[in-house]
Structures are given as C-alpha cells and as structure tokens.
C-alpha cells in the first residue's frame, strides 16, 4: 500500500558524506528524497528552528514518493540524539538505518571547521571548542554542540540495537566512499536490497569550506534583491576556499586519547577492524 512515511533513515555521523550519499541514493529509480534534507523530526531532544515539530508537514515532505520502496530522511544529528532511535522506531519500525564511519578526531575536526564557517561556533579555537565546558543553547543546539559526544559512536550505535535489528542497519566507511565512490555506492545498494544501478557521475557534495577572512563569506547571505545575490556570488569567491585549517597534532592526539576507550568499544560492538583510526592523528 503507498505510503509517505519515510523507510530509510541516514542518521550520521555529521561530516562523513551524508549529503552526498544520500544524493546519489534519491537518482535511484527505486528511492525517493523528501523535499528537505535534515528536517530532523524525530530529534526531540535537539532544539533547532529549522526543525520539522510536527508530524504531518514532515510527513508532507514524501507526499510526492508514496510508491517508490524506499523514501530516504537525511538526518546526521539522528545518531548524536539521545531521542530520535526510539521516535524513528516508533514511526517506523521496519525502517533501514545508514551510518557513515568516519575517524572521529577527522569528524570533529571537520565538524569544528563547518560551524564556524557557517556562524554556529563563535569558539574558533579548536582545543577550546573541544574541552571547555559548554552550556547548551537552547534555541540552536549546534551552537553549543558538545564534540566529544558527538564523537562517541558507540554509545550512539548502541541506542539504536535497542530499538532496532542490527540487521535494519547498514554501516558505509568515509574513506571508502571517497576513494572509490562508485564500489561504496553499489555496495550500499546491495545492503539495501536495490537494483545495481550505477550513477553517471558521483558528484561530492558539501566539501568542508572555510573563509580567507573570518565571517565575511556570511555577508549579505539573506539577500533577495539581484544586486545582493549578485554580491554575494563575488564575496564568496573571493572570501571562500576549499578544505579546512591544519591543526597542530598535539591537539589532535589530545583528542584521539579522549576517544580511544569509545573506539575500542565500537570495534567491538559492529565487529569491525578500526586499527586505521589509532594510528597517529594529523
């Protein structure tokens, strides 16, 4: 019977690809996008204004996709949530979840970078941001995000073995998809169950970014009129470049240390080799 009830969730982690894979997953014959990535509705627990509060706009969101077989919520912050497993199993018990491994020192690393380029993280040292104490911003979580618990995947993973068979869930790897993007995207597609058909191009979506000059790439980002869009297009250009600042190794092995018992632990507990991510950091 059609339905619009969203069947296969990309739930993290934030900075691994997400955006991208889950692209290449809505050209599928057989997949849909909902209308808004990141709508985020079963994160109760994580306060954002941009995030969908009520069921039937975020329902509305696949109304246009009742028959494809699988309908595709690209939420990376489902897996930071300590809420979202349990509301998606409720809504959706059958659902197939994706979760993108990414060394974690490399994911806060990035994550850091993008929120302050975006005006999230007003704490442009990386150390800080890390190991200070933060009060939660309970208007914009992202604000005030802790990163080493976003960095902790185990205890994340392990909430959603609660709720779901590990079976639903389907575990894609950072470097692989970079590597060899088109392999990662057939295997994904074998895992879920879906016709083998390959994309034309795997384009790489949201590539970290950052500002030659602090906060100016933000300047008139809310203009309609054609004179401020076009300004806009010539701040960017000349305000913005590709990847993110180096960070002194010291604070990234700081940051490994901090997160080596989680890396045991989720070794462990998806039964998979990660010596990779404990070699030395930078």
């Given at each position: 019977?059609?339905?619009?009830?969203?069947?296969?969730?990309?739930?993290?982690?934030?900075?691994?690809?997400?955006?991208?894979?889950?692209?290449?997953?809505?050209?599928?014959?057989?997949?849909?996008?909902?209308?808004?990535?990141?709508?985020?509705?079963?994160?109760?627990?994580?306060?954002?204004?941009?995030?969908?509060?009520?069921?039937?706009?975020?329902?509305?969101?696949?109304?246009?996709?009742?028959?494809?077989?699988?309908?595709?919520?690209?939420?990376?912050?489902?897996?930071?949530?300590?809420?979202?497993?349990?509301?998606?199993?409720?809504?959706?018990?059958?659902?197939?979840?994706?979760?993108?491994?990414?060394?974690?020192?490399?994911?806060i690393a990035s994550l850091h970078a993008h929120h302050v380029f975006t005006g999230h993280e007003k704490e442009r040292d990386f150390a800080k941001a890390v190991f200070s104490l933060r009060s939660p911003d309970m208007s914009e979580f992202r604000n005030t995000v802790d990163y080493l618990e976003v960095a902790r995947i185990a205890a994340q993973i392990d909430r959603y073995y609660e709720h779901f068979d590990r079976s639903q869930v389907v575990f894609v790897d950072f470097d692989e998809v970079k590597e060899n993007p088109e392999a990662s995207y057939l295997r994904l597609l074998a895992d879920l169950g879906l016709r083998p058909v390959p994309l034309t191009t795997y384009p790489r979506l949201n590539p970290a970014r950052r500002s030659r000059i602090p906060g100016m790439h933000r300047w008139f980002a809310d203009a309609r009129s054609p004179i401020g869009r076009a300004l806009r297009r010539v701040v960017k250009k000349v305000a913005v470049t590709e990847g993110r600042p180096t960070l002194p190794p010291g604070q990234l092995l700081r940051v490994q240390q901090a997160l080596q018992a989680d890396i045991d632990e989720l070794e462990s507990l998806i039964g998979r080799d990660l010596t990779k991510w404990k070699g030395s950091p930078g």
């Open positions: 019977m059609p339905s619009t009830t969203p069947n296969l969730f990309i739930i993290g982690t934030p900075r691994s690809a997400t955006t991208s894979v889950a692209r290449w997953l809505s050209a599928h014959p057989d997949v849909a996008m909902g209308r808004r990535k990141e709508p985020m509705y079963h994160a109760h627990d994580l306060a954002s204004p941009t995030r969908f509060t009520s069921e039937g706009p975020y329902l509305d969101l696949w109304s246009h996709a009742a028959d494809a077989l699988l309908r595709i919520d690209a939420s990376p912050w489902y897996l930071y949530s300590k809420e979202a497993a349990a509301s998606i199993a409720k809504m959706s018990p059958d659902s197939r979840l994706v979760v993108q491994l990414r060394n974690p020192v490399d994911m």
